[in-house]
Each structure stands twice: as C-alpha cells, then as structure tokens.
C-alpha cells in the first residue's frame, strides 16, 4: 500500500479509461468497469491494483500476484490470464507502468502528515525539519540535517550533522553518521518512444531497531514497496544499498560495498569491503562474502564466496592455484 505520510494517490479509475491512456484494448468483455486504484509490484499485488510483468526470470511471482490487471507482452500474456488478471498488451510494458505510476501516484501528503516530537529530544538550531516529523525522546539530530515531511525517528537514535532523511522510518537505538542519504530515488530507468526517464520510486525506507550506517552510505527507497534494514544491521562508510533490498538481522556489511536493486541479504551475514551484488540475488543466512566479491548467483547459506564472478572460496581457490600453474609453465 501507499504510505499518505509521504505520498498522495490520484483518483480511482476505469480499467477502460486506463487501456486507452495505454493505447491498448481490452479482450475481455465487460472488463472496462473494473476500478483501479494504485500500481502495485508483481508479488504483492491484490485486487484493485494494476501491476507488470514483463521478464520471464519472475514466473515465481505469478503465483503470489492477484491484481486486476496487468501490463504484459503477447507472448507472456497466455501466463498472466492463467492467474485471473486481465492481461493489458503492450509493447513495452515496465516502460508504460513507469509512465501511470508517474500519473497515478504523487509525492508529498494530500493534507499535513501526523507527527510528534518529542521535547526530550535534542535537535541542533541549523537541522531542517519537515511537517509531521515523528523524533523520539533521547535522539539527537545534529548540524545541517535535513529530516524531510513525515518521517519518524525512534528513541534514543543519534543522527551525525549533514544527514538527510526522506521517505522513511527509523527504529529505536540507531546511528546515521554524517553524510548519509537515506531514502533517495534510486538508478531505476526505463526507455520508451519519448527516450530515457526515471522510473518513480513510490515506497519507502524501513529501518529497524539499533541499525548503524556510515559516514557517506546510500540507502534508497523503494521503487514499489521497501527497502527493509532490519535490527542489529551494521553498515560501514561510503556503501550503496538499492531500491527494494532487504537485510536481515545482525548483517554487518564492510566500506565500499554494493547492492543493487531488489537483492534479499539474510541473517548475519558478513559482507566484505567492496564486494558487489547483482540484482534480485539471494544471499542466505550466514553467509560470508570475501572482499571484492562479484556475486552474480544466489548464494546458499552459510557458505562463503569469492572472487569474479563470485564462487565457493574453495573453489576460487583452486582456479587461482591452477592459474598459477599455468602461467609457470
């Protein structure tokens, strides 16, 4: 769902009145009465929300998806009907959902967002603070942040000087230091007939409970949905973490690293200086990612992985070995 503290939703309308903004028909009789109200991401999408799907990698969230519609090409459109959507082809539809995401959702809350702040905490005279802003008793904000309209900050929370906080909430016992951005748009891209545009992000940052980032760290919101930093998550200086990702508990992740969009860290794992992640990888509980890894696969858990492409350690190391070898003779 959409977050009003942060957004406002345009009006409900016609699944007709929306194909023909798409410049596509509807196949199905009678369907044209059907309301829509939001976009929503393939997984998690119920009735009344119009969705995408246009890479065949993502089957697996067809079995979760049940909007009203969705924007598909001829050849995928036989799987989306098989789920009960109605299908909406299209030549090219994560560009086209872009573009009615844009229509349907806008930033910033319809009326003033509901916030508290507390008088036990300390906030330094030059902070910029939004409308609605929530902050906790014991937390401190310090010179130069800007915490933007309707975002909450727990108790006892320490925010350095120079940070910026938008579109998110912030647990209990956290520490942003200087520099950090925590909740910008992140590098999401579509091209369509009118060129290259941003896609809108439209979710949020949801950060838990004695979370740390670093000096200079980026944690963007979500493009649809959460980007999710769940408790005890330790991030050092200068690390990238993309639209959508997800940590779990107790991960401790070194300088440098990044993350790109959509990946699912799990618990306590350990992530090395300037290892790399590609996108919609799984990365399993325990496991350990060796500095300058390039992980391209899923990795299972509790193994650890090195090297580019990234592999078992073990056998990274026999290749290295093997090399060697070679090169000798």
């Known amino acids: 769902m959409i977050d009003h503290q942060f957004y406002t939703m345009g009006p409900a309308i016609p699944l007709s009145e929306l194909a023909h903004k798409l410049g596509t028909a509807l196949e199905i009789e009678g369907a044209g009465d059907d309301i829509i109200e939001w976009p929503a991401a393939l997984g998690n999408s119920q009735p009344g929300c119009v969705t995408f799907f246009s890479d065949k990698r993502r089957k697996g969230q067809l079995v979760t998806a049940n909007a009203t519609a969705c924007l598909t090409t001829e050849k995928l459109a036989p ?54 802003v929530s902050i906790g008793s014991g937390t401190v904000v310090g010179a130069f942040c800007v915490i933007e309209s309707g975002v909450s ?47 809108p992000h439209i979710g949020r940052v949801m950060i838990r409970d004695r979370v740390q980032i670093g000096s200079k760290s980026c944690v963007d919101r979500g493009q649809l949905g959460d980007t999710v930093i769940c408790d005890d998550v330790k991030i050092d200086n200068l690390v990238q973490i993309a639209h959508n990702v997800s940590i779990g508990e107790g991960t401790m992740i070194a300088a440098q690293v990044g993350i790109s969009g959509s990946c699912v860290i799990g618990k306590k794992c350990l992530l090395a200086g300037r290892a790399s992640i590609a996108d919609h990888i799984n990365i399993g509980d325990g496991a350990i990612l060796a500095a300058h890894a390039g992980v391209m696969t899923d990795v299972p858990a509790g193994e650890m992985h090195s090297g580019i492409p990234a592999m078992p350690i073990r056998e990274h190391m026999r290749s290295v070995a093997t090399l060697k070898k070679l090169s000798k003779k």
């Open 79 to 132: 799987l989306v009907a098989e789920t009960g959507m109605i299908p909406l082809i299209l030549e090219n539809p994560r560009a086209s959902f872009a573009r009615i995401t844009g229509d349907m959702v806008n930033e910033g809350s319809a009326g003033k967002p509901e916030g508290k702040i507390s008088s036990g905490a300390t906030i330094h005279p030059s902070a910029s603070i939004g409308d609605g």
């Open 153 to 199: 900050v727990g108790v006892n929370c320490e925010i350095e000087p120079f940070v910026h906080v938008s579109f998110a909430h912030i647990g209990d016992g956290c520490h942003i230091k200087s520099g950090a951005v925590i909740g910008g748009s992140g590098f999401g891209m579509a091209e369509d007939k009118s060129g290259i545009f941003n896609i």
